[in-house]
C-alpha cells in the first residue's frame, strides 16, 4: 500500500511569552490559524 501525499496549509503552535515549559499537549500552548490579508 502507498501512502499519497499533499500540502494542506499550515499548523501554528504558540504560548505565551512568559511560558517557558510545555506545550499544546500540557494546556501551556493552543493552536492558531494563519489569516493572510492583503
Not at 1 to 27: C, D, M, P, Q, W
Amino acid at each position: 500500500s502507498s501512502a499519497e501525499h499533499s500540502f494542506a496549509g499550515y499548523l501554528i503552535r504558540s504560548k505565551s511569552a512568559e511560558s517557558t515549559e510545555g506545550g499544546v499537549h500540557s494546556g501551556q500552548g493552543v493552536l492558531d490559524s494563519l489569516v493572510y490579508s492583503d
